[in-house]
């Protein structure tokens, strides 16, 4: 974390990540787990992910009234996602796409305080795309 000023910090971070497959994702649970085949462990792969991000603090008072603000911006690219496939016998199957899914997002969040009240707002906007 970068202290800019005694208002604004800044912080950078970055990593790398891995995820084993699983059956257990928001798109089979949608069709409660129904004609779903077990993931085939001899040609499924860890879905593997590099990212980054950097967020902006602002806090300060206004007269009695606390007030912060923050903004995210974050990239993630996750190779050889595994997705929900329709099989020749009518059920569905899970395999690793060959490209990847490219994530750019912005996140805002404001907070506003006063003696033991708070209030947030929040926006959260992602632009996601499969090469």
């Known amino acids: 974390m970068f202290k800019i000023s ?5 912080r950078l971070g970055g990593g790398l990540g891995y995820k084993t497959p699983t059956v257990f994702t928001e ?4 069709i409660q787990f129904q004609h779903i085949l077990p993931i085939n462990a001899a040609t499924a792969v860890n879905e593997r992910s590099v990212g980054g991000n950097i967020d ?3 806090k300060t008072h206004i007269g009695r009234l606390g007030f ?12 050889k996602p595994l997705i929900l496939t ?3 016998d009518g059920n569905k199957a899970f395999v690793n796409a060959n490209g990847h899914i490219d994530t750019r997002s912005l996140e805002t969040i404001l907070r506003f305080s006063y003696k033991g009240f708070k209030l947030f707002i929040g926006y959260t906007y992602g ?4 090469q």
Do not use: H, M, Q
């Open 68 to 79: 912060s603000g923050n903004i995210l911006f974050f990239y993630t690219k996750l190779n």
């Open 86 to 88: 329709d099989t020749s």
């Open 127 to 130: 632009d996601v795309n499969s």
């Open 6 to 10: 005694p208002v604004l910090t800044a």
């Open 56 to 58: 902006l603090n602002y």
């Open 27 to 30: 798109e089979a649970e949608r």
